[in-house]
Nanobody
Framework: QVQLVESGGGLVQAGGSRRLSCAAS????????MAWFRQAPGKVRDFVAR????????YYADSVKGRFTISRDDAKNTVYPQMNSLKPEDTAVYYC???????????????????WGPGTQVTVSS
C-alpha cells in the first residue's frame, strides 16, 4: 500500500509560479510512474502531467504544455510539478497519483492509477 500526500497549494496571482509536492510512503516509489490530475469546481478530474519511472519520459496535457514541468526525487519519494505562467483557469484541486502497474509510456485516464492523494487547492487570481 502506498500513501500519497500533496502539499504546496495556495493562492497565487496570474502569471506567477507555484511548486507542489507529493510525498509517498513505501519503498517501491522508484518503480512507479507518477502523475498529476486536477479538478476544477463543477468539472471532471483531468490529466495534467505524468512522469515515468526514473523520470525518463514526461507527458503533459496540451493546456499546460510549456508551462508545467513534472519531476521526481526518488531519494525523497517525492514528485513535483513546477507550475509557471499560471492562469485563472488553472484554479483547481490538484491530485497526485501513482501507477504501480505500468512504469512506462503514457496513461491519461484516472483508471490507470492505483493510489491517490487527498488533493491540494491551487487558486489563481486574475
Amino acid at each position: 500500500q502506498v500513501q500519497l500526500v500533496e502539499s504546496g497549494g495556495g493562492l497565487v496571482q496570474a502569471g506567477g509560479s507555484r511548486r507542489l509536492s507529493c510525498a509517498a510512503s513505501g519503498r517501491a516509489f522508484s518503480i512507479y510512474a507518477m502523475a498529476w490530475f486536477r479538478q476544477a469546481p463543477g468539472k471532471v478530474r483531468d490529466f495534467v502531467a505524468r512522469g515515468t519511472r526514473g523520470g525518463t519520459d514526461t507527458y503533459y496535457a496540451d493546456s499546460v504544455k510549456g508551462r508545467f514541468t513534472i519531476s521526481r526525487d526518488d531519494a525523497k519519494n517525492t514528485v513535483y510539478p513546477q507550475m509557471n505562467s499560471l492562469k485563472p483557469e488553472d484554479t483547481a484541486v490538484y491530485y497526485c497519483a501513482a501507477d504501480r502497474r505500468t512504469g512506462w509510456g503514457t496513461r491519461r485516464g484516472q483508471d490507470g492509477y492505483d493510489y491517490w492523494g487527498p488533493g491540494t487547492q491551487v487558486t489563481v487570481s486574475s
